[in-house]
Protein backbone atom coordinates (compact mmCIF):
# COMPACT_ATOMS: atom_id res chain seq x y z
CA UNK A 1 0.00 0.00 0.00
CA UNK A 2 2.90 2.71 1.28
CA UNK A 3 4.60 1.76 -2.44
CA UNK A 4 1.31 2.56 -4.18
CA UNK A 5 1.12 5.88 -2.58
CA UNK A 6 4.11 6.68 -3.47
CA UNK A 7 4.39 5.53 -6.79
CA UNK A 8 1.06 7.38 -7.00
CA UNK A 9 3.01 10.60 -5.84
CA UNK A 10 5.60 10.30 -8.64
CA UNK A 11 3.27 10.34 -10.90
CA UNK A 12 1.52 13.02 -9.65
CA UNK A 13 4.98 15.26 -9.52
CA UNK A 14 6.01 14.68 -13.18
CA UNK A 15 2.51 15.89 -14.36
CA UNK A 16 2.95 18.96 -12.21
CA UNK A 17 6.39 19.13 -13.88
CA UNK A 18 5.33 18.60 -17.16
CA UNK A 19 2.49 21.55 -16.77
CA UNK A 20 5.05 23.84 -15.72
CA UNK A 21 7.59 22.98 -18.21
CA UNK A 22 4.57 23.57 -20.86
CA UNK A 23 3.96 26.90 -19.09
CA UNK A 24 7.15 28.10 -19.59
CA UNK A 25 7.80 26.72 -23.15
CA UNK A 26 4.97 29.16 -24.26
CA UNK A 27 5.85 31.72 -22.29
CA UNK A 28 8.89 31.43 -24.44
CA UNK A 29 7.63 31.59 -27.51
CA UNK A 30 5.59 34.42 -26.87
CA UNK A 31 8.31 36.25 -25.73
CA UNK A 32 10.36 34.75 -28.59
CA UNK A 33 7.99 36.46 -30.95
CA UNK A 34 8.06 39.10 -29.18
CA UNK A 35 11.42 40.12 -29.02
CA UNK A 36 12.27 38.74 -33.08
CA UNK A 37 12.50 42.18 -35.19
CA UNK A 38 14.44 44.05 -37.97
CA UNK A 39 15.22 47.53 -37.10
CA UNK A 40 16.42 49.47 -40.62
CA UNK A 41 17.75 52.13 -41.81
CA UNK A 42 15.61 54.28 -44.79
CA UNK A 43 16.25 57.68 -46.16
CA UNK A 44 14.73 60.14 -49.08
CA UNK A 45 16.12 63.08 -51.06
CA UNK A 46 15.02 65.53 -52.54
CA UNK A 47 16.77 68.41 -54.71
CA UNK A 48 15.19 71.66 -54.40
CA UNK A 49 15.49 75.51 -55.42
CA UNK A 50 15.36 78.06 -52.82
CA UNK A 51 12.58 80.69 -53.06
CA UNK A 52 13.47 83.71 -50.78
CA UNK A 53 16.51 85.42 -50.29
CA UNK A 54 18.26 87.93 -47.48
CA UNK A 55 21.21 89.92 -48.41
CA UNK A 56 22.84 92.95 -46.02
CA UNK A 57 25.46 95.23 -47.35
CA UNK A 58 26.65 98.16 -45.60
CA UNK A 59 29.10 100.95 -45.41
CA UNK A 60 31.07 102.69 -42.96
CA UNK A 61 33.10 106.21 -42.28
CA UNK A 62 35.58 106.85 -40.18
CA UNK A 63 37.02 110.13 -39.40
CA UNK A 64 38.32 112.56 -36.21
CA UNK A 65 34.89 114.31 -35.88
CA UNK A 66 31.28 113.02 -35.85
CA UNK A 67 30.35 115.43 -37.99
CA UNK A 68 33.36 114.57 -41.14
CA UNK A 69 31.78 111.06 -40.42
CA UNK A 70 28.41 111.58 -40.21
CA UNK A 71 28.69 113.50 -44.02
CA UNK A 72 30.80 111.08 -45.76
CA UNK A 73 28.44 108.42 -44.67
CA UNK A 74 25.57 110.59 -45.75
CA UNK A 75 26.81 110.55 -48.96
CA UNK A 76 28.11 107.02 -49.49
CA UNK A 77 24.46 105.96 -48.33
CA UNK A 78 23.08 108.46 -50.84
CA UNK A 79 25.18 106.73 -53.90
CA UNK A 80 24.56 103.02 -51.99
CA UNK A 81 20.91 103.79 -52.46
CA UNK A 82 21.11 105.61 -55.74
CA UNK A 83 23.01 102.09 -56.42
CA UNK A 84 20.08 99.51 -55.23
CA UNK A 85 16.85 101.70 -57.49
CA UNK A 86 19.09 101.60 -60.75
CA UNK A 87 19.52 97.90 -60.03
CA UNK A 88 15.91 97.54 -59.37
CA UNK A 89 15.45 96.49 -56.51
CA UNK A 90 12.36 97.45 -55.38
CA UNK A 91 10.76 99.75 -52.23
CA UNK A 92 9.12 96.65 -50.75
CA UNK A 93 12.20 94.38 -50.50
CA UNK A 94 14.69 97.11 -49.16
CA UNK A 95 15.32 98.16 -45.90
CA UNK A 96 17.77 101.19 -44.14
CA UNK A 97 18.46 100.15 -40.47
CA UNK A 98 19.53 103.19 -38.25
CA UNK A 99 22.69 104.68 -38.16
CA UNK A 100 25.02 102.43 -35.48
CA UNK A 101 27.83 104.75 -33.75
CA UNK A 102 31.18 104.02 -32.53
CA UNK A 103 33.97 105.90 -30.56
CA UNK A 104 37.58 105.05 -32.15
CA UNK A 105 40.13 105.24 -29.10
CA UNK A 106 43.20 106.55 -29.67
CA UNK A 107 45.28 103.41 -28.62
CA UNK A 108 43.43 101.97 -30.99
CA UNK A 109 45.24 103.90 -33.96
CA UNK A 110 48.00 104.66 -31.85
CA UNK A 111 47.63 107.50 -30.86
CA UNK A 112 47.64 109.81 -27.25
CA UNK A 113 44.25 110.97 -25.93
CA UNK A 114 40.77 109.72 -25.10
CA UNK A 115 38.68 109.78 -28.59
CA UNK A 116 40.39 109.87 -31.77
CA UNK A 117 37.85 109.28 -34.27
CA UNK A 118 34.11 108.14 -35.06
CA UNK A 119 32.99 105.10 -37.09
CA UNK A 120 29.50 105.59 -38.45
CA UNK A 121 27.81 102.12 -40.34
CA UNK A 122 23.90 102.47 -42.23
CA UNK A 123 22.95 98.46 -43.35
CA UNK A 124 20.99 97.92 -46.42
CA UNK A 125 18.96 94.72 -45.89
CA UNK A 126 17.04 93.20 -49.07
CA UNK A 127 14.56 90.41 -48.58
CA UNK A 128 13.07 89.15 -51.79
CA UNK A 129 11.32 86.17 -53.45
CA UNK A 130 13.08 87.33 -56.06
CA UNK A 131 16.55 84.93 -55.75
CA UNK A 132 17.90 85.04 -59.35
CA UNK A 133 17.73 88.52 -59.41
CA UNK A 134 18.97 89.16 -56.10
CA UNK A 135 21.53 86.99 -56.67
CA UNK A 136 22.84 88.50 -59.49
CA UNK A 137 22.92 91.59 -57.69
CA UNK A 138 25.24 90.59 -55.20
CA UNK A 139 27.47 90.09 -57.69
CA UNK A 140 27.25 93.41 -59.37
CA UNK A 141 27.75 95.14 -56.20
CA UNK A 142 31.60 95.25 -57.06
CA UNK A 143 31.22 98.21 -58.84
CA UNK A 144 30.01 100.20 -56.06
CA UNK A 145 33.74 99.10 -54.42
CA UNK A 146 35.30 100.67 -58.33
CA UNK A 147 33.74 103.60 -57.27
CA UNK A 148 35.63 104.34 -54.18
CA UNK A 149 32.67 103.40 -51.92
CA UNK A 150 33.67 100.90 -48.93
CA UNK A 151 30.74 98.38 -49.29
CA UNK A 152 30.83 95.75 -46.90
CA UNK A 153 28.87 92.61 -48.28
CA UNK A 154 27.63 89.47 -47.06
CA UNK A 155 26.84 86.90 -48.74
CA UNK A 156 23.47 86.19 -49.70
CA UNK A 157 21.47 83.68 -47.74
CA UNK A 158 19.29 81.24 -49.41
CA UNK A 159 16.35 79.65 -47.72
CA UNK A 160 13.15 77.83 -48.60
CA UNK A 161 9.83 78.47 -47.54
CA UNK A 162 7.88 75.57 -48.12
CA UNK A 163 9.57 72.99 -46.40
CA UNK A 164 7.05 72.23 -43.93
CA UNK A 165 4.82 70.90 -46.59
CA UNK A 166 7.82 68.57 -48.22
CA UNK A 167 8.90 66.79 -44.67
CA UNK A 168 5.59 64.39 -44.69
CA UNK A 169 6.52 63.88 -48.42
CA UNK A 170 9.59 62.22 -47.54
CA UNK A 171 8.88 60.52 -44.68
CA UNK A 172 6.56 58.65 -46.49
CA UNK A 173 9.24 57.73 -49.02
CA UNK A 174 11.99 56.87 -46.46
CA UNK A 175 9.48 54.47 -44.21
CA UNK A 176 8.95 52.85 -47.85
CA UNK A 177 12.89 52.97 -48.55
CA UNK A 178 13.13 50.73 -45.08
CA UNK A 179 10.27 48.67 -46.11
CA UNK A 180 12.09 47.74 -49.42
CA UNK A 181 15.39 47.06 -47.46
CA UNK A 182 13.77 45.04 -44.81
CA UNK A 183 11.96 43.25 -47.45
CA UNK A 184 15.56 42.53 -49.57
CA UNK A 185 16.96 41.55 -45.99
CA UNK A 186 14.52 39.07 -45.12
CA UNK A 187 14.72 37.37 -48.80
CA UNK A 188 18.09 36.69 -48.43
CA UNK A 189 18.06 35.31 -45.04
CA UNK A 190 14.83 33.65 -45.87
CA UNK A 191 11.69 34.31 -43.23
CA UNK A 192 8.69 36.60 -43.16
CA UNK A 193 8.12 40.39 -42.59
CA UNK A 194 5.66 41.01 -40.19
CA UNK A 195 3.62 44.29 -39.16
CA UNK A 196 5.26 47.38 -38.54
CA UNK A 197 6.88 47.95 -34.57
CA UNK A 198 7.48 51.93 -34.34
CA UNK A 199 8.98 54.15 -36.17
CA UNK A 200 12.07 56.72 -35.14
CA UNK A 201 11.98 60.06 -37.37
CA UNK A 202 15.39 61.56 -37.53
CA UNK A 203 16.39 65.00 -38.12
CA UNK A 204 16.39 66.86 -41.74
CA UNK A 205 19.27 67.80 -43.54
CA UNK A 206 19.12 70.48 -45.91
CA UNK A 207 22.54 70.80 -47.34
CA UNK A 208 24.43 72.01 -50.66
CA UNK A 209 23.96 69.57 -53.50
CA UNK A 210 25.72 66.37 -53.17
CA UNK A 211 27.26 67.72 -49.76
CA UNK A 212 28.20 64.84 -47.33
CA UNK A 213 27.13 67.39 -44.51
CA UNK A 214 25.54 66.03 -41.26
CA UNK A 215 24.69 66.73 -37.86
CA UNK A 216 22.82 65.21 -35.00
CA UNK A 217 20.93 68.31 -34.54
CA UNK A 218 20.36 68.95 -38.18
CA UNK A 219 22.10 70.81 -40.97
CA UNK A 220 20.41 73.99 -42.87
CA UNK A 221 22.74 75.26 -45.37
CA UNK A 222 21.88 78.75 -46.86
CA UNK A 223 24.75 79.37 -48.97
CA UNK A 224 23.41 77.43 -52.37
CA UNK A 225 20.14 78.35 -54.53
CA UNK A 226 19.83 74.52 -55.10
CA UNK A 227 19.36 72.30 -51.91
CA UNK A 228 19.55 68.28 -51.08
CA UNK A 229 16.62 67.96 -48.13
CA UNK A 230 17.11 64.24 -47.05
CA UNK A 231 14.48 62.13 -44.31
CA UNK A 232 15.98 59.23 -42.33
CA UNK A 233 13.90 57.01 -40.46
CA UNK A 234 14.78 54.20 -38.30
CA UNK A 235 11.62 51.82 -38.48
CA UNK A 236 11.00 48.57 -36.39
CA UNK A 237 9.19 45.70 -38.09
CA UNK A 238 8.49 42.11 -36.47
CA UNK A 239 9.57 39.35 -38.00
CA UNK A 240 6.75 36.13 -38.77
Do not use: C
Amino acid sequence: MRDRVVHIAGLVALAIALLLGSIVLANGIRDRNRNDVLTVTGSAKRRITSDYVVWDVSVTAQQPTAAAAARQLAAWTQRTGAFLVEQKVRPGELSVQPISTENVSAKQLGAKGAIAGYRLTRTFEIRSTRVSDIAQLAERSSTLLAQGIPLAAQPPQYSYTALASLRPQLLAQAVKDAQRRARALIDAAGGGLGKLRGVNVGVFQVTAPNSTEVSDYGVYDTSTIAKDVTAVVNVTFALS
